[in-house]
Antibody, heavy 118, light 111 residues
Framework: QVQLQESGPGLVKPSETLSLTCAVS?????????WGWIRQPPGKGLEWIGN??????FYNPSLKSRVTISVDTSKNQFSLKLSSVTAADTAVYYC????????????WGQGTLVTVSS | QSALTQPASVSGSPGQSITISCTGT?????????VSWYQQHPGKAPKLMIY???KRPSGVSNRFSGSKSGNTASLTISGLQAEDEANYYC???????????FGGGTKLTVL
């Protein structure tokens, strides 16, 4: 069974960089699929952030200038960095596996709340 | 403002059927059969219910079905049950510049 688990600081100061990691078990991330991040501000809807795959990355155009997604195949995990955060970046951040042929996420982590506040 | 438009709320009684719409444009829903639907209970991660417009993942009840007409996709839930009460989100592939867009979500209340 594929499982994903997010980890990282729950509190980040404004203007700093948000960093999260997603550990994957039950599937080797180097075997295929796209891996990425989706967020949900409190009480609001889902927003796609971006994905990484063997050949590169692709990001939400509205966040592209601040987002970096990378992968560590030796640890079977991938990471998110979001720079210059503001209160608007406060959200539950989910990592998920994206099917490349259908662009749907079939496995999700439980989510982790990141609050941007001084 | 979300790229795909969903009604904020829908409701139905147990046993009834309801349909949730998801309206996009010719750049996303209208151009690709790549609409997916997710169910999210409070405090939980989203769960995939429909993918590629009409397909159900293993384990999802056949009471859930998807369809599309033009720029609008729809999720129909038949034989409503109390456990179906949740928020539902649609998503679509939107081409190689925008990639993935979501709807704003629909809260389903089972009366």
């Amino acid at each position: 069974q594929v499982q994903l688990q997010e980890s990282g600081p729950g509190l980040v100061k404004p203007s700093e960089t948000l960093s999260l990691t997603c550990a994957v078990s039950g599937y080797s991330i180097s075997s295929g699929y796209y891996w990425g991040w989706i967020r949900q501000p409190p009480g609001k809807g889902l927003e796609w952030i971006g994905n990484i795959y063997h050949s590169g990355t692709f990001y939400n155009p509205s966040l592209k200038s601040r987002v970096t997604i990378s992968v560590d195949t030796s640890k079977n995990q991938f990471s998110l960095k979001l720079s210059s955060v503001t209160a608007a970046d406060t959200a539950v951040y989910y990592c998920a596996r994206l099917k490349s042929t259908g662009y749907y996420s079939d496995y999700w982590g439980q989510g982790t709340l990141v609050t941007v506040s001084s | 403002q979300s790229a795909l438009t969903q009604p904020a709320s829908v409701s139905g009684s147990p046993g009834q059927s309801i349909t949730i719409s998801c309206t996009g444009t010719s750049s996303d829903v209208g151009s690709y059969n790549l609409v997916s639907w997710y169910q999210q209970h409070p405090g939980k991660a989203p769960k995939l219910m429909i993918y590629e417009g009409t397909k159900r993942p293993s384990g999802v009840s056949n009471r859930f079905s998807g369809s599309k007409s033009g720029n609008t996709a729809s999720l129909t839930i038949s034989g409503l049950q109390a456990e179906d009460e949740a928020n539902y989100y649609c998503s679509s592939y939107a081409g190689s510049s925008t990639y993935v867009v979501f709807g704003g979500g629909t809260k389903l209340t089972v009366l």
